[in-house]
Nanobody, 121 residues
């Protein structure tokens, strides 16, 4: 089990910045992946940015160059720095942790409660 606690959402004007935080209940090193997804109004949940095992990062094309994912291993926390925000970034942002466990491996996804990000034009 992994509990995830998010913070940092809010309302910002286009061009502004926000930073999201997500703290896990266990060591980041015990996770296969940890990152951020989002779900906009009437849209499916989509990947924003994530750390995969081996510390590689993956970004959605729509956020490359604007968003940066980082982490503090000592605090079991992952951050999402969002710059140059656009109205189309408006969504509920969810922290995600992924664990592969057992033989054969079973994938488990854990989710935070979600935090609203609203970008006004």
């Amino acid at each position: 089990q992994v509990q995830l606690v998010e913070s940092g959402g809010g309302l910002v004007q286009a061009g502004g910045s926000l930073r999201l935080s997500c703290t896990a209940s266990r060591s980041i090193f015990s996770l296969n992946a940890m990152g951020w997804f989002r779900q906009g109004p009437g849209k499916q949940r989509e990947l924003v940015a994530t750390f995969n095992s081996g510390s590689s990062t993956v970004y959605a094309d729509s956020v490359k160059g604007r968003f940066t994912i980082s982490r503090d291993n000592a605090k079991n926390t992952v951050y999402l720095q969002m710059n140059s925000l656009k109205p189309e970034d408006t969504a509920v942002y969810y922290c995600n942790a992924r664990v592969v466990s057992g033989t054969p491996g079973t994938l488990y996804d854990y989710w935070g409660q979600g935090t609203q990000v609203t970008v006004s034009s």
